[in-house]
Nanobody
Framework: QVQLVESGGGLVQTGGSLRLSCKAS????????MGWYRQAPGKQRDLVAT???????FYADSVKDRFTISRDNAKNTVYLQMNNLKPEDTAVYYC?????????????????WGQGTLVTASS
């Protein structure tokens, strides 16, 4: 079974830091773009940052200069280092990946989501 598993969320004070991790597992042939999204209570899910297999990155304006996305292609893992956290960063953070994998139905191109991890920045 191909899946994304996240870890690293938690409670932190304003100005603190957290590092999220997301590992893709299963019979994976290749992973293209990996990214992080977040959804605050009562709001839509928004893009936070993305990174391509070649290392090109994109950040939402709200997190530029505070968050850093990176990935370890050998480990099929993407990270999100979050510094100087603010109360408005409080949300459930979801990992996302576009990948090609071998499934019971053959080789497939998939878009997967992680289960989500809660980040709370208290003032």
């Amino acid at each position: 079974q191909v899946q994304l598993v996240e870890s690293g969320g938690g409670l932190v004070q304003t100005g603190g830091s957290l590092r999220l991790s997301c590992k893709a597992s299963g019979s994976i042939l290749s992973i293209d773009v990996m990214g992080w999204y977040r959804q605050a209570p009562g709001k839509q899910r928004d893009l936070v940052a993305t990174i391509t297999s070649g290392g090109s990155t994109f950040y939402a304006d709200s997190v530029k200069d505070r968050f850093t996305i990176s990935r370890d292609n050998a480990k099929n893992t993407v990270y999100l280092q979050m510094n100087n956290l603010k109360p408005e960063d409080t949300a459930v953070y979801y990992c996302n990946a576009g990948l090609r994998a071998r499934t019971v139905s053959g080789y497939r191109t998939l878009e997967l989501w992680g289960q989500g991890t809660l980040v709370t920045a208290s003032s």
